[in-house]
């Protein structure tokens, strides 16, 4: 096993862009902040890690991501308290996905002391990025690129790993309405559903347009063999509420173990609210819409944290779910966003001060 | 529709490297020529067609292909016969696939003109690339990729189209061994398993290396549902021939349709052996390896042209594959370099010059 312990160099910004972002009124994934991380892999090793201006860089066409999406990512986000403190939630969930993904993908594991002395380095020269305030963050995306400038078809010897920094509203502001998946799916027994894998975003991006023009902003998957039972969303795990139990799709290799689906998991154990994980059919959730039992159905990720579903369409049949008082969804947005945000106990410990 | 007229623009390069390459030991994707063709979408239209000197280019970290894979590409080949004209095989059917393949992927298709125009007058440009001879070529690699630098996992509005050549043999040279999927898949129904998207070919990577380990080059995939249907190989069609019949999978959105497959599909029709395009089973192909009717097994595809495959594994069991008299992998390799070089009569119309 190769030794990572270079030290991360640190060029600093001339000049920040901070003063021409509207943080009031923000696209998500459009403004990045003054530095990102940036981190080779050659000769078998990690090296040169280092913080710098966020800037373009130079790739050969042949780099192997452009022709074979090598290419995985994640997704975090930290947070600000009022004092100013600094947060991430559950960090380690994150570095160790991406090393899953990369390993699905034929690419080499980062190292954790790299990871977490990036990210650091990063989030204290970019503090001011940070703003305070439920609903404010900013996300995070370490990501990994084959930069190996040759087209055979085989894992890449040279890679680049990145991080980079945008500063986020929630992805969804207001509750979505989904098409169950009937014909196109996201992936497939024994395939790279379960990683952050670069290509299966692409492959969606069809299919929701399809749905889009329909109406409907989300897609939600269902197995590509029968489409009879519901797994994910686009970037986000689905909870269904049937009457005061909730059911979520067990994860396999078809689908992501999200940080926030698992969190959510835990806070239904903690908040008394039973929670099924187990395949759930359309079926099954078409019946309790039909008899008044489905009471919410909501997304769960890191970008969009909690995303009530409104409506529901398949075989050409909508269905609506009507606003619920006590909303589980409401509930566990409120909950997840309070301990992000230092504002309750954190009694799990998912809290990780930046300091 | 825009309208595309604008000019290619060429800059030459001012030195060529090809005094360096050492053409009788060329490693795949390894070398490229001298230049190189670009060509920008923007503002709803692809602009700005160029050829100019091989470089690299710069990116944003956000460039929309780094995160969500949307990418495509094409593997075609220029030939030169010994009077120095130059040929494409079939192009046509590669420029509709790669438009095929950015449908899939919420791409803009690539307009006809620059497409054939870009690719010739590479072609002439860099025309002592080209070395005559069966078993020479020069591998035409058009991509397309996402350079929108935002990270919202959507389609990108900004695209690049570009087309590098590299100097190649054939790509497997002796016969190969491969290994039966019976875990891992390449694509799932409804997927984008038929387009040439760059994702489907990193999911591939790690499964294929685990058999590289067992001393396999290759795997056949499977179906994800039941792994008991046949595919395809990683960059390859597939043919068995049982007795003198041939059987290769139909194509359907997890097979690629390969130019190469379709061109023997025809040619065995022109020489008057049957090949049946259905479904086909590895109990089917096993049963035939144990009776002695199975005489071949052969990939089919550009970068290899024919590969003979020598043995197969399934179940722990292996199937070897004695070489045969009259093999008609030999024969389709014969018959189809013969076409691609200018060395015979080309019925169909394969043959397209550049002049
Ligand atoms: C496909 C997919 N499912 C689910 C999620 C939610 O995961 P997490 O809660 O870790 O953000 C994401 C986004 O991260 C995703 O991309
Ligand atoms: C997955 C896959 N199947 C089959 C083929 C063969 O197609 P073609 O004969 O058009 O090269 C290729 C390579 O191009 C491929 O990538």
Sequence with gaps: MAIHTDKISVEKSKTSKIGNVDFSNLTFGREF????????????????????????MSYEPSARVFHYGQAVFEGMKAYKDD??????????????????????????AFPE???????????KLDNEWIKPGVGNSLYLRPFVIATEP??????????????ICSPAKSYYNS?????????????????????KAAGNYAAQFYPTSLAQQKGFQQIIWTDADTHTFLEEAGTMNVFFRVNDKLITAP????????????SIIQLAEDLGITCEVRQVTVEEIKNASKDGSLKEIFGAGTAAVISPISAFEHHEELFEIAEVEDSYAKKFKQTLLNIQ?????????WRREVK
């Design 33 to 56: 902040t003054d530095h990102m991380f940036v981190c080779d892999y050659e000769d078998g090793k990690w090296q040169n890690p280092k913080v710098i201006p966020y800037q373009a």
């Design 83 to 108: 004092d100013g403190k600094v947060f991430l939630f559950r960090p380690k969930q994150n570095f160790d996905r991406i090393n899953k993904s990369s390993a699905r993908l034929a690419m080499p």
């Design 113 to 123: 002391n790299y990871f977490f002395e990036g990210l650091e380095t990063l989030l």
């Design 150 to 163: 040759a087209i055979s078809a085989s894992p890449a010897n040279m890679y680049r790993f990145m991080i």
């Design 175 to 195: 509750a979505v309405r989904v098409l169950i998946a009937e014909h196109f799916s996201r992936s497939a027994n024994g395939g790279v559903g379960a990683a």
């Design 251 to 262: 994860t396999s290799d078809r689908i992501l173990d999200g940080v926030t689906r698992k």
């Design 341 to 349: 945000h230092n504002l309750s106990e954190d009694k799990h410990g």
